[in-house]
């Protein structure tokens, strides 16, 4: 991770300005972005929870929950309705977010976009789904 931190730092080093702040504050500032985008991206692929097999058991074939079963397909309904609503940018970025565990930058790379327009998409995606009443009815069944 420092590695990584420092060879970054390396490359945008002419894009440093000290009339925004210190180096010192622009070195921690970029390591603390990019420590926080790897922990998210560990977190997305389950590095960092073990599996206790036993409370898997509800979720294994031959176990009979149509009520949960249900519930999971209404849910993804709502989410699919609420996916709908994003521009195709918005929807291919947060599923290679979400769905694939890439990070912004990877998404920037795959879709030979500019790592800012990746970013653009994804914040206003996220909004865009907050927002949307297919969420604002998906979250009326889980609080109520």
């Known amino acids: 991770m420092v590695q990584e931190v420092f060879f970054g730092i390396y490359q945008k080093a002419p894009l440093f300005d000290p009339a925004k702040g210190s180096a010192k504050g622009w070195v921690v ?3 603390f972005s990019r420590a926080r985008d ?3 991206h560990l977190l997305r692929r389950g590095f960092y929870s073990g599996t206790d ?3 898997l058991d509800d979720t294994l074939p031959g176990k009979d929950d149509t009520e949960r079963e ?3 397909r209404l849910d993804f309904t709502h989410l699919l309705s609420a996916f709908e609503d994003l521009t195709p940018m918005q ?3 947060l599923e290679l977010f979400y769905f694939e565990g890439l990070e912004l930058r990877e998404i920037s790379e795959r ?3 500019p790592f800012g327009n990746v970013r653009h998409h994804f914040y206003r995606g996220l909004e865009r789904l907050r927002k949307s009443p297919a969420v604002k009815r998906l979250r009326e069944t889980h609080n109520g």
Do not use: D, K, M, Y
Request: charged share 30%.
């Open 53 to 55: 097999i036993e409370s």
């Open 111 to 113: 879709l030979q976009e």
């Open 29 to 31: 500032q970029n390591a």
């Open 91 to 93: 929807r291919q970025t």
């Open 38 to 40: 790897r922990r998210g």
């Open 70 to 72: 249900v519930g999971v």
